[in-house]
């Protein structure tokens, strides 16, 4: 069985600083990893997504995620926080074969002035 | 751009009714979904469909039923709502091969937050 965990339900950072949330996961197979983003009263929305290949993982509105393989993480960053970055971020798991995604518990982030 | 689009933003219904929540989806895709999404929870698959009248149960199936009669079509079904089935409910969509499904891309609806009281 698959599980995520997001440590922190809620992070609080200043526009302009380090956004860092942080996933880790539980597989027993190699598994594909995403990031997704919902806005207030919206879906979700995908940020950045690994399969295969290179680890360091870039996406959209300047979000980027590293696969480390031994520490079964895929942690999210952004080098400086907008006010538009306040939403919830929800970290994924899927195994390659299978139409399964298992969603870790989100991330609320607010940013400050 | 694919839209999932689910007919109600809000639903209010009292215990014992039957719910019925509606998603449609434009592109042609196999595969449907539906998630129940609950703070600090995340979102819990709930059914899946990977053909017309097909279905698989997900993590939490005790309490809904689906129904999909056509492809564009997956309808989740509250058989006697409950107050602990108060909740936001996500569909999502994505295609059935891994050619088509190019990054392996879920789209989901904006949701339906129902009340049930």
């Known amino acids: 069985a698959q599980s995520v965990t997001q440590l922190g339900s809620h992070v609080s950072v200043s526009e302009g600083a380090l956004v860092l949330l942080r996933c880790n996961y539980s597989?027993?197979?190699?598994?594909?990893l995403f990031w997704y983003v919902q806005y207030p009263n919206q879906g979700l929305q995908l940020l950045l997504k690994?399969?295969?290949?290179?680890?360091l993982v870039k996406g959209i509105n300047g979000f980027e995620a590293e696969f480390k393989k031994s520490e079964t993480s895929f942690h999210l960053t952004k080098p400086s926080a907008h006010m538009s970055d306040a939403a919830e971020y929800f970290c994924?798991?899927?195994?390659?074969?299978?139409?399964?995604?298992?969603f870790g518990g989100g991330t609320r982030v607010l940013v400050k002035p | 751009d694919v839209k999932v689009t689910q007919s109600s933003r809000y639903l209010v219904k009292r215990t014992g009714e039957k719910v019925f929540l509606e998603c449609v989806q434009d592109?042609?895709?196999?595969?449907m979904f539906w998630y129940r999404q609950d703070p600090g929870l995340g979102l819990r698959l709930i059914y899946f469909?990977?053909?017309?009248?097909?279905?698989e149960k997900g993590d939490i199936p005790e309490g809904y039923s689906v129904s999909r009669e056509k492809k564009e079509r997956f309808s989740l079904i509250l058989e006697s709502a409950s107050t602990n089935q108060t909740s936001m409910y996500l569909c999502?969509?994505?295609?059935?091969?891994?050619?088509?499904?190019?990054?392996?891309?879920?789209?989901f609806g904006s949701g339906t937050r129902l009340t049930v009281v």
């Open positions: 999502a969509s994505r295609p059935g091969t891994s050619e088509k499904a190019g990054n392996y891309g879920y789209t």
């Open positions: 597989s027993s197979v190699p598994p594909y």
């Open positions: 690994y399969t295969t290949g290179a680890t």
């Open positions: 994924a798991v899927k195994r390659a074969a299978g139409n399964k995604l298992t």
């Open positions: 592109m042609d895709h196999e595969n």
């Open positions: 469909s990977y053909d017309v009248k097909m279905k």
